[in-house]
């Protein structure tokens, strides 16, 4: 069973700019709730995200680069077991001029996982969201509570 | 997107069921979502175009067929703006509450 969500959101800025928040540990850290993601962004070249204290939630590979237009990853989880051996799945990141904002669409597929696939749908809006506001506003959404997938996960794990 | 248009799309049931049919089953056609809705296929296309307008809906052509997805931004970003302060405002009130209480104890 293939489960896929589409997530689309508009953004006052420019596509360059989206690119470098997605792929620039700086601002990652600043609206992903601390996150960095780290990869060289080449086609094949590993990408893994990591929390501020050192440990590797997820981890994968660059399939396709095209900046500032599309990007696509592997996209494997680590750090809870059961999500861990759900495997790959595929994240499509396209970002498309759209008048005096742009289009920022994130479609995120996996096949057979369950536990995966409900993590990352609860993940991607609040963090959307909060990058949407970094780039309009220049401030990342506060979340005392943090990132709620990621709270789980060290809830998981500690 | 504007908040109007959200607001609008989420005012009328009909759409709302297009929505929570999304939500039991992601990616439909709209063919799928017209055996599922009590209306005409023209209806179905009116309000799946309103809902789209709004952002609501995100649509992805998969070879000769366009499937229809849930987009739960619009509705998370009104969350973010009203309930989100909320939420922040309590956290604030529970944070001043356990430092009078602690400064009492003194």
């Known amino acids: 069973m293939t489960d896929k969500y589409v997530y689309v959101t508009y953004i006052r800025t420019t596509p360059e700019k989206i690119w470098d928040a997605l792929t620039k540990p700086e601002f990652t850290r600043s609206y992903w709730f601390g996150i960095t993601h780290e990869s060289t962004w080449e086609a094949g070249a590993p990408w893994l995200m990591r929390f501020a204290d050192g440990r590797v939630t997820d981890s994968g590979k660059v399939l396709e680069v095209d900046r500032p237009r599309r990007l696509v990853l592997a996209w494997r989880h680590e750090l809870v077991p059961e999500m861990k051996a759900e495997g790959d799945s595929r994240a499509v990141f396209e970002i498309e001029p759209n008048g005096d904002t742009v289009k920022l669409t994130v479609t995120h597929t996996i096949e057979n996982g369950p536990n995966f696939i409900k993590a990352v749908s609860g993940g991607w809006p609040q963090v959307l969201s909060s990058l949407k506001s970094l780039l309009e506003t220049g401030m990342a959404l506060q979340r005392q509570e943090a990132c709620k997938t990621s709270d789980a996960l060290a809830r998981a794990t500690s | ?106």
């Open chain 2, 1 to 106: 997107m504007s908040a109007d248009a959200v607001f609008k799309a989420l005012a009328d049931p009909t759409r709302r069921q297009l929505l929570d049919s999304l939500r039991a089953q992601n990616g439909r056609t709209l063919g799928e979502l017209c055996q599922n809705a009590d209306m005409t296929r023209q209806a179905v296309t009116k309000h799946l175009k309103i809902l789209e307008a709004a952002n609501l809906v995100a649509t992805q052509k998969c070879g000769r067929e366009k499937l229809h997805y849930l987009n739960p931004l619009p509705i998370h970003e009104i969350a973010e703006r009203w309930i989100g302060n909320f939420e922040r405002g309590r956290l604030r009130a529970l944070s001043d509450l356990k430092q009078s209480l602690e400064r009492s104890e003194k």
